[in-house]
C-alpha cells in the first residue's frame, strides 16, 4: 500500500502525459477463452454504411462506368451490407451513423491510411507518421504487444490487400505472422501448404489486379479464412481495401459492389467462426475503417486534412481546407461480449485511438498499463451511452450532401 501511495504522489508531482501508474486489472472477460478478429474496411464511408449509395453520385455518368447496369447495384443499406444491416444491427451495436446522433472520428492530423491504420493499431494518434511510405512503424502496436503476451506468444496473426501492412506492424521487428499484398502463403508462416493455399497462391499469381500495391480482397479473405482453420490464433486481424482503391478511381459503382463483396466475406468469416468450436459463442468481431472520404458528390473519392494536403497529399491541393468528412469513421461489433445495443448514440465521438485498448480489454488484457499513450477501451458493454432516439439528434453533419462547392477531381497517391 504504501508503494502504491508513494508512486501515486510521484505520479501526481510529475507532468501527467509521462505519467505512469500501475495498471488496474483488466475487466474479467465475460467469456472463458476468448478470441477476436479485427477488420478494416479501408476508407469505406459511414454514409455508405448507414445511408447506402448516394444519389447524387450516382446520378453522375462520370462515376458510373457500367450505366447499363445500374438497376442491379446494391444501393440500399440493407442491399449493400446485409449482414451489417441483418445480424450486427440486431445482435451487436453500430457506431458512426452521424445523422442520427451517433459518431466516431480519427485523432490523427491526418486523415489517410498509414497514420489512421497506426491510430488503429496503437491506440494512439502519432503526427510524425505523415506519409504512407513503406517505413516500419517505430510504435508498437497492440498486434505486437499481445503477440508478447503470456498465453498469446503466436496467437496472434494479420493478412491485408496492402502491401504496406506489414511496415505498419513492423514485422522485422514483431516478428508477426502477416501475409499482404501479393506475398504469396509460405510455410513459415502457415506450415506445410494444404491444397487450398496452394491453388491460392497459383491464382494471386495468375490473376491480374487493377492496382500496384492492392491485391484483389478475395485473396486476403481465402488466405485468412484458411489460415484460421488451419492455425486457430486467439487474435485475428484482416485489413481489406478494394473500397478505397476503386473510391480513387472514381468508380463508384465498383466501390458499392466492393462494399457489397466486403459485407458478404465478413458474414463468411463470421459463420465460419461460428462452425467452429475454439470459436463459436467465444468470439468478438470488431470493423472498423482507417479514414473517412469526401462527404459530397465532389469530394467523395478523396481524403486528406488540410495539413496533408499542404505536404503529403499536395496532389489535391484544389481542397484547401482538407476534404470534410476525412476524418468521420464508424465501428461496429458482434459477439458475446457485445450487448444488443443496435446504434448507439455518442454523447461525445468515439476516438480510433480507442480501438487497440478494446482489443485487448476483450482478451482480458490491460493495454494502457503497456502503452501510457493508448486511448481508453470503448465502453462497449456499459450503459452510459443510450441507445439512440430518432428525437434526439445531438450530433448532425450539416455538410452531408452539401459541403464545400464542388471541386475539380484530380489524380492521386492512392490509401
Ligand atoms: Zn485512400
Request: aromatic share 10%; charged share 15%; with cysteine.
Amino acid at each position: 500500500m504504501l508503494l502504491k501511495l508513494s508512486a501515486r504522489y510521484l505520479c501526481l508531482s510529475m507532468l501527467a502525459s509521462t505519467c505512469w501508474l500501475p495498471a488496474q486489472a483488466a475487466p474479467a472477460p465475460t467469456v472463458k477463452s476468448p478470441k477476436v478478429v479485427l477488420v478494416s474496411i479501408d476508407g469505406l464511408r459511414w454514409q455508405e454504411v448507414f445511408h447506402g449509395a448516394d444519389p447524387e453520385i450516382l446520378r453522375n455518368s462520370h462515376f458510373i462506368r457500367h450505366a447499363d447496369q445500374l438497376a442491379e447495384l446494391p444501393t440500399k443499406p440493407q442491399q449493400l451490407m446485409p449482414f451489417v444491416h441483418q445480424t450486427i444491427a440486431s445482435q451487436g451495436m453500430l457506431v458512426g451513423d452521424r445523422r442520427r446522433g451517433s459518431a466516431m472520428q480519427v485523432s490523427n492530423p491526418w486523415h489517410f491510411s498509414y497514420p489512421g491504420y497506426n491510430e488503429l493499431l496503437s491506440g494512439f494518434p502519432d503526427p510524425a507518421i505523415n506519409s504512407n511510405g513503406k517505413i516500419a512503424n517505430p510504435n508498437v502496436t497492440v498486434l505486437e504487444w499481445l503477440n508478447q503476451q503470456p498465453g498469446m506468444a503466436q496467437q496472434v496473426a494479420a493478412f491485408g490487400s496492402w502491401d504496406v501492412l506489414p511496415f505498419i506492424l513492423n514485422t522485422e521487428r514483431s516478428k508477426l505472422p502477416v501475409n499482404a499484398g501479393f506475398a504469396p502463403m509460405n510455410e513459415q508462416m502457415a506450415g506445410p501448404l494444404t491444397p487450398q493455399l496452394k491453388l491460392l497462391n497459383q491464382l494471386q499469381r495468375q490473376t491480374p489486379s487493377p492496382w500496384a500495391a492492392v491485391r484483389l480482397d478475395v485473396f486476403t479473405q481465402q488466405f485468412a479464412l484458411e489460415y484460421l482453420t488451419q492455425k486457430k490464433p486467439r487474435l485475428l486481424y484482416i485489413a481489406y481495401g478494394e473500397t478505397d482503391d476503386f473510391a480513387h478511381d472514381g468508380q463508384y459503382d465498383q466501390y458499392l459492389k466492393a462494399i457489397r463483396r466486403t459485407d458478404g466475406f465478413i458474414k463468411e468469416l463470421w459463420q465460419q467462426l461460428q462452425s467452429d468450436p475454439f470459436y463459436a459463442g467465444q468470439t468478438t468481431l470488431l470493423i472498423s475503417t482507417d479514414h473517412g472520404r469526401g462527404d459530397n458528390a465532389s469530394s467523395w473519392q478523396h481524403h486528406a486534412s488540410g495539413r496533408a494536403i499542404a505536404g503529403y497529399m499536395k496532389k489535391l491541393k484544389n481542397f484547401v481546407n482538407g476534404v470534410s468528412g476525412s476524418d468521420q469513421i464508424w465501428l461496429a461489433a458482434l459477439g458475446p461480449q457485445i450487448p444488443a445495443r443496435g446504434l448507439v448514440q455518442t454523447q461525445q465521438p468515439w476516438s480510433q485511438s480507442q480501438v487497440a485498448s478494446t482489443v485487448a480489454e476483450l482478451l482480458g488484457y490491460d493495454y494502457q498499463a503497456y502503452q501510457y499513450k493508448a486511448a481508453a477501451a470503448i465502453p462497449l458493454g456499459t450503459a452510459d451511452e443510450a441507445t439512440v432516439q430518432l428525437a434526439d439528434r445531438r450530433i448532425v453533419n450539416p455538410a452531408d450532401g452539401t459541403g464545400s462547392a464542388p471541386q475539380q477531381s484530380t489524380a492521386l497517391t492512392p490509401q
